[in-house]
T-cell receptor, first 111, second 112 residues
Framework: DSGVTQTPKHLITATGQRVTLRCSPR?????VYWYQQSLDQGLQFLIQ???????AKGNILERFSAQQFPDLHSELNLSSLELGDSALYFC??????????FGSGTRLTVV | GESVGLHLPTLSVQEGDNSIINCAYS??????FIWYKQESGKGPQFIID?????DKRQGQRVTVLLNKTVKHLSLQIAATQPGDSAVYFC???????????FGPGTRLSVLP
């Protein structure tokens, strides 16, 4: 157990729908990062939050949004889903000077 | 942090041989480097790290080498085992955990 918890582990939904992925960071970590990983691809950075505020944005589509709550858990919202959004979505947390710790991911399948 | 999505290069090695996985990093200001291992369907897991004031660091069966002159990082795995089969990512960041960048990844395939 890495200490980073992601739910759900698997999600199957239809095109056009909206889903919410949830992440609880490792205890004491203020930063949360979201990554997308399509089949046999690298990790695509989506967005970073630090202590509730957006810190950095990567290749995140306008259909996607995220937030970090006062208790530091984060949610990634994916809307108007397309087949190409099917991927593994990872959350990671970190503190300065420490590496990332990844959750086990949410596998999203859009049918 | 960002990464570029690419089809993964593959390294195939015989069981028992040593493996060397290479990574070129981009930011000369990067101060901290990490290797991650990702098994199929799982999240990346920390393997070993190294700070820029070191050239070499050893763990259990793994060694990371850092060449700051040419901005090159390598991961050596001794006596490669079937359980080492995975995708390996290098990552670089500055000392404050900002500008975290992942390399594209290398798939290690261990042959019996």
């Amino acid at each position: 157990d890495s200490g980073v918890t992601q739910t759900p582990k698997h999600l199957i939904t239809a095109t056009g729908q909206r889903v919410t992925l949830r992440c609880s960071p490792r205890s004491g970590d203020l930063s949360v990062y979201w990554y997308q990983q399509s089949l046999d691809q690298g990790l695509q950075f989506l967005i970073q939050y630090y202590n509730g505020e957006e810190r950095a944005k990567g290749n995140i589509l306008e259909r996607f949004s995220a937030q970090q709550f006062p208790d530091l858990h984060s949610e990634l919202n994916l809307s108007s889903l397309e087949l190409g959004d099917s991927a593994l979505y990872f959350c990671a947390s970190s503190e300065p000077g420490r590496g990332y710790t990844f959750g086990s991911g949410t596998r999203l399948t859009v049918v | 942090g960002e990464s570029v999505g690419l089809h993964l290069p593959t390294l195939s090695v015989q069981e028992g041989d040593n493996s060397i996985i290479n990574c070129a990093y981009s930011n000369s200001a990067s101060d901290y480097f990490i290797w991650y291992k990702q098994e199929s369907g799982k999240g990346p897991q920390f393997i070993i790290d190294i700070r820029s004031n070191m050239d070499k660091r050893q763990g259990q069966r793994v060694t990371v080498l850092l060449n700051k002159t040419v901005k090159h990082l390598s991961l050596q795995i001794a006596a490669t085992q079937p359980g080492d089969s995975a995708v390996y990512f290098c990552a670089e960041t500055d000392n404050y955990g900002q500008n975290f960048v992942f390399g594209p990844g290398t798939r290690l395939s261990v042959l019996p």
